[in-house]
């Protein structure tokens, strides 16, 4: 079983910065592609923002977040970051970190968050105007 816990979470006014973490552990081997989701509260719908693969070489971002979001990941594999840039107002939502353990080593992920194994507690972002 993998355990994955986010941090960094926070307000910040428009324009600033977060840097996100998602941390692994337990039987951490097993996750190949890391990506983060978001949800609003009483929107049951998640939405990918973006997605990391076990190489750490290839990523991939929502459309929202596309040039904004920079996702890296530590050498070791158990460690993920996403650095949040010139943030908005609409960026306010919970932020999960879910790992998926059959992506292989070099595909960024799924956007699918039904294709995720293991999911983390999540972390509040709120940006204010």
């Known amino acids: 079983q993998v355990q994955l816990k986010e941090s960094g979470g926070g307000l910040v006014q428009a324009g600033g910065s977060l840097r996100l973490s998602c941390a692994a552990s337990?039987?951490?081997?097993?996750?190949?592609?890391v990506a983060w989701f978001r949800q609003i509260p009483d929107n049951g719908e998640r939405e990918f923002v973006g997605?990391?693969?076990?190489?750490?070489?290839?990523?991939r971002y929502g459309e929202a977040v596309e040039g904004r979001f920079t996702l890296s990941r530590s050498d070791d594999k158990n460690q993920v970051w996403l650095q949040m840039n010139s943030l908005k107002p609409e960026d306010t939502a919970m932020y999960f970190c879910?790992?998926?353990?059959?992506?292989?080593?070099?595909?960024?992920?799924?956007?699918?968050?039904?294709?995720?194994?293991?999911w983390g507690w999540g972390t509040q972002v709120t940006v204010f105007a």
């Open positions: 337990g039987r951490a081997h097993e996750t190949d592609s």
């Open positions: 879910a790992a998926d353990q059959y992506a292989g080593p070099t595909y960024s992920g799924p956007t699918d968050d039904h294709e995720y194994d293991f």
């Open positions: 997605a990391i693969s076990w190489s750490g070489l290839s990523t």
